[in-house]
């Protein structure tokens, strides 16, 4: 790994959550390894120099406890991180909600945010680095084209937000799975997820909104934004009894149900603006599958 930088207030507290686990597990060696260890600071050091004196001593616990190297090992799982960030910055979560991998300012480097209670458990933690080590491939892979959308009204943005996150999370554990890792959670759990995020789709839809996620080999940001997006213009869009149809301008009640692609095309050529999500009065769809058949 080329650099590993840690935040002090997070190196203090992963050295206090380990000490908690060991207390309770019984694990009394490692309680006075770390006595033997800090209790001289405080008859060495003057109350001022203290705190100086345990961040680095929290930093020399993290090296012998073999986390810099546990995280240079998950770090090289990943080929696409050791070619193309810069390193890895470690950050202290304070709630679930927090955590996770982004980029650094620069594009480079990435942060990872974590809460400290995941030191107390390697298996556990491993699994979950691994997962957000390949949401941050992801950002930096050009062929994801990972960015930040900017483009839509706050309320709409929350609810496609926790749709992208759910597709992109499956499609993240999907590919872990593949490549013979533990995924962070099961299948089943995944489907869930999109099933309450997409709670507008029918059981079926949701179904096939899973799959291909799960089983497809490659994804774009941009097409999974836009499986996110989908449903708020349809939300938004869709047509109401009484209001008018956009093609003849007559309020209806009788709202096309389905609208076949070929019908959609020659509705398309006389309306360029037009888009199936903005329905059509079932009198018009009829005039143009006659059109396209006769
Ligand atoms: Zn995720
Ligand atoms: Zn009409």
Redesign the pocket.
């Known amino acids: 790994m080329p650099t590993l930088r840690i935040e002090p207030q997070l190196l203090e507290s992963l050295t206090a959550v380990e000490l908690g686990h060991a207390a309770q597990t019984g694990d009394r060696a490692l309680v006075r390894d770390y006595h033997s260890f800090a209790d001289p600071v405080y008859e060495r050091c003057a109350p001022a120099e203290r705190d100086k004196a345990f961040a680095q001593l929290h930093l020399v616990w993290f090296e012998q406890r073999g986390w810099r190297k546990w995280f240079g090992a998950r770090w090289a799982e990943f080929p696409e991180l050791a070619a193309r960030a810069a390193g890895l910055l470690l950050l202290e979560a304070r709630w679930k909600q927090e955590e996770g991998a982004v980029l650094g300012r620069d594009s480079t480097g990435v942060c990872l945010r974590v809460l400290p209670i995941r030191f107390a458990n390697r298996a556990q933690f491993e699994v979950f680095v691994r997962?957000e080590f390949l949401?941050a491939c992801d950002m930096l892979d050009p062929a994801f084209g990972y960015r930040i959308e900017h483009s839509e009204p706050c309320s709409a943005a929350n609810a496609s937000a926790e749709r992208y996150r759910a597709l992109?999370?499956a499609y993240?554990d999907a590919r872990m799975t593949r490549r013979g890792f533990v995924s962070l959670v099961q299948p089943d759990t995944h489907r869930r997820a999109l099933a309450h995020a997409f709670s507008a789709l029918t059981a079926a839809q949701q179904t096939a909104l899973f799959e291909q996620v799960w089983n497809a080999a490659t994804l774009t940001h941009a097409e999974l934004y836009e499986r996110a997006r989908r449903l708020e213009d349809k939300r938004t869009n869709a047509p109401r009894p009484g209001t008018r149809c956009p093609l003849c301008f007559f309020p209806t009640f009788d709202w096309a149900s389905n609208i076949a692609p070929a019908v959609a095309r020659s509705i398309r050529a006389d309306f360029p603006t037009w888009d199936v999500s903005n329905g059509a009065c079932a009198r018009c769809v009829e005039r143009y599958e006659l059109t396209i058949h006769g």
Do not use: E, G, L
Request: proline share 0%; net charge neutral; hydrophobic share 40%.
């Open positions: 997962h949401h992109w999370c993240v």
